[in-house]
């Protein structure tokens, strides 16, 4: 005997009505595409819940695999076997003697399928009874066991299941809409473009660059930031915005209090633009409140008048050292932390204003014209689309 399926438990999804269906059908594609490579394996899906079938394939790959994907709650690795209490008796037993370091066990059985002749509790009754006399060494308990074994008697067969582990929760990434991610190469925005794509958005990113100032070295850590996060959902194209020019005009026509209001303004107006190209409908940065000088109040109310597209700032009321933990927790942190300049911080003045006002920004900017900049500034976007490692090694491969 051995686990043939690996049960993948959709959580927060079966609660959406008649929404459901698109919710399961965009998890049951995501699951699809992070599996392509893996030979043999067939994806079912059903109403609360879908299956891979192993077809002779190692589980734990395929496990680590699926323990990113968005919309997954928990996975469980599972036996197969025909409604019959015989086969199940057996099944039972593989799944106790599987696990390891397992003293106390208990067991959880429940019946969706009515014409199967056992009550839930019965069943319980009797695989419990079965499992003592077959084994030794082990006790039942209820309350704390090492091991809960599953056994659920449903229309199609009978599905045994010891350990859960947890999966990404969320939603299925592409079932919220997309987004246009401010993608800095600080620690914040990785984090930011994660949370939303957990809550089910696709993320497209912008980034904004200023060679000669800012290194070729600093563009490849915002790419190798943004392949992090395919790892969770899809390929990421990425608009490259040379920023050189408008951060010169800025920095010669406004008054340095302001300068970094300006050129956030500037940020956003590009970003709003390319969002309007691409289709896409909201913004999202990350930003936290209280953090830096752009990130008071006042500064973000001055910031956010240029734009009237939603902007989505994920970490807004997070503390850093939270910020932090999510960022190594998903690999971004040593990237982030690479010393390399940033296009903001080569323009930035020593003291930029906390509190500018907007009736002030708008007078400074009026008093420069910025319309060749930045027409010059959007004609010239390059767009880089970041994919996942894995496949960029299989293109690779496939080369030589
Ligand atoms: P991060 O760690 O994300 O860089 P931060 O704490 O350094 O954030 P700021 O420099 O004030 O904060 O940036 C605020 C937000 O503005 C960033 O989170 C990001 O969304 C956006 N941003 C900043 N610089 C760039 C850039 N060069 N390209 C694209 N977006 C940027
Ligand atoms: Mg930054």
């Known amino acids: 005997m051995q686990y043939e399926y690996i049960v993948l438990r959709y959580g927060e999804i079966a609660l959406k009505g008649k929404n459901r269906k698109n919710f399961t059908v965009k998890l049951q594609e995501n699951v699809r595409n992070k599996l392509k490579e893996v030979p043999d394996i067939k994806i079912k899906r059903q109403r609360d819940r879908m299956y891979v ?125 997309k987004t246009l991610l401010l993608l800095s190469g600080g620690i914040d925005s990785p984090v930011a473009g994660y949370l939303t794509m957990k809550r089910g958005v696709q993320v497209e990113a912008v980034h904004f660059h200023s060679p000669p100032f800012t290194s070729e070295r600093s563009k490849q850590k915002v790419f190798d930031l943004a392949r992090k996060l395919t790892d969770y959902g899809h390929s990421i194209r990425i608009h490259v915005v040379p920023f050189t020019k408008l951060q010169q005009k800025i920095h010669q026509s406004i008054p340095h209090g302001y300068s970094m209001t300006v050129m956030r303004r500037m940020m956003m107006r590009v970003s709003e633009k390319i969002a309007e190209r691409e289709g896409i409908l909201s913004l999202t940065t990350g930003e936290s409140l209280g953090q830096v000088a752009s990130q008071t109040m006042e500064s973000m109310h001055s910031i956010n008048e240029v734009t009237n597209y939603p902007v989505l700032r994920p970490l807004i009321a997070m503390d850093k050292e939270d910020i932090i933990d999510i960022s190594q927790s998903i690999d971004t942190y040593d990237i982030s932390i690479r010393p390399y300049e940033d296009c903001c911080t080569v323009f930035v003045p020593n003291a930029p204003k906390t509190m500018p006002r907007r009736e002030k920004v708008n007078q400074f900017e009026q008093s420069a014209d910025f319309t060749e900049e930045l027409n010059e500034t959007l004609a010239n976007i390059d767009i880089v689309s970041i994919k996942p490692a894995s496949e960029e090694e299989r293109e690779f491969s496939d080369l030589l």
């Open 53 to 177: 079938l192993l077809n002779g394939q190692d589980p734990e790959p395929i496990i680590e695999k699926c323990r990113h994907i968005f919309g997954i709650h928990s996975l469980s690795l599972a036996i197969k076997v025909e409604n019959d209490t015989e086969e199940i008796k057996k099944a039972a037993l593989f799944a106790l003697e599987e696990a390891d370091g397992v003293e106390t066990f208990k067991i959880t059985a429940k019946r969706t399928d009515k014409s199967f002749p056992i009550k839930s509790q019965d069943l319980n009754q009797v695989l419990g009874g079965y499992l003592l006399s077959n084994t030794d060494g082990y006790t039942v308990d209820v309350h704390y066991p090492d091991i809960e074994l599953r056994v659920e008697v449903r229309q199609d067969g009978t599905y045994i299941t010891s350990q859960k582990i947890a999966g990404a929760g969320g939603l299925p990434v592409g079932s919220s809409g």
